[in-house]
């Protein structure tokens, strides 16, 4: 595709609906440059400006893809922070460099809470947070990337039965090669990155098997797109989250099958 193609219209654009999308988790996120200031101290603080929305607090270990860095300052521990809500499926995780507002499902909510209810918490939430570096005389984030995460399951006995249908669900899969050797297929892996159009970022798929905590077995599908917005404002910011959320969901639409989408996930637009 051209890379002069025009994305401004995207978020404008009506997207496919689904009933019973198989969302489990999605995750609107910025990651910026080190902020000059910055403590593990300041957590703490943090957590009092949120306290009343996220009561709950939890901390665990930096991610592994962070805690490997050669520029990590190990007199300021690489740690992420996780306040939660009251009913442990809304969060924000902060680390330094990252600011994530996300949901996942629990077993008394399994329906995801639709964009247009995610975004506006996303941005209070985004200002909180940028207005408590304000007053503690921190510097504006330098944004280096904004990112847009669905995570999808698909159980074992309703999407599918065995691991060799997985091409029915992703038609971009081939069938699997059946033979005297070749027996069987027990597991499915895939990982793609595509460009986006007009160069405003990229999309990933990463496809896995799994077994929930019920013992119920599935393909994970996570999708993320990501890319740099075109300035540092909370404005800046949620335009290419706009962006990021449409590619997200129609390249959920791009990248399986249409049959599914309307027996199972009970697509009502377009048909």
């Not at 000059?36 to 270990?61: A, D, M, T």
């Not at 009251?86 to 949901?103: E, K, T």
């Not at 039965?161 to 029915?168: D, G, V």
């Not at 013992?215 to 949620?238: M, R, V, Y």
């Amino acid at each position: 595709m051209s890379s002069d193609f025009s994305t401004s219209d995207w978020p404008s654009r009506r997207l496919p609906e689904y009933r019973r999308p198989p969302v489990i988790e999605t995750a609107l996120a910025i990651e910026f440059a080190p902020i000059k200031g910055w403590n593990i101290v300041q957590y703490g603080s943090l957590w009092e400006c949120f306290k009343s929305r996220y009561p709950k607090v939890e901390v665990y270990p930096a991610p592994q893809e962070v805690l490997t860095r050669p520029e990590l300052d190990l007199a300021n521990p690489p740690i992420r922070c996780f306040f939660i809500g009251s009913g442990d499926n809304q969060l924000v995780q902060i680390r330094a460099g990252a600011f994530v507002r996300g949901w996942r499902a629990n077993q008394s909510d399994q329906e995801y809470p639709r964009y247009k209810s995610i975004r506006p918490s996303f941005e209070e939430d985004l200002n909180l947070f940028l207005g408590f570096l304000q007053q503690n005389g921190c510097e504006s984030p330098e944004i280096w990337k904004c990112e847009v995460t669905y995570v999808n399951h698909f159980l074992r006995g309703r999407e599918w039965h065995t691991a060799s249908e997985a091409y029915k669900i992703f038609p971009s899969l081939a069938k699997p090669i059946e033979s005297e050797v070749l027996f069987s297929l027990q597991r499915v892996f895939f990982a793609g990155i595509y460009t986006l159009p007009g160069e405003v970022g990229q999309i990933q798929f990463q496809l896995q098997p799994g077994v929930r905590s019920d013992g119920q077995e599935i393909f994970q599908l996570t999708i993320t797109a990501f890319g740099k917005p075109k300035g540092n404002s909370i404005a800046q910011i949620l335009d290419w989250i706009d962006l990021g959320h449409f590619a997200v969901v129609q390249g959920f639409t791009d990248f399986t099958a249409p049959i599914i989408q309307e027996s199972i996930w009970e697509r009502t637009w377009p048909l």
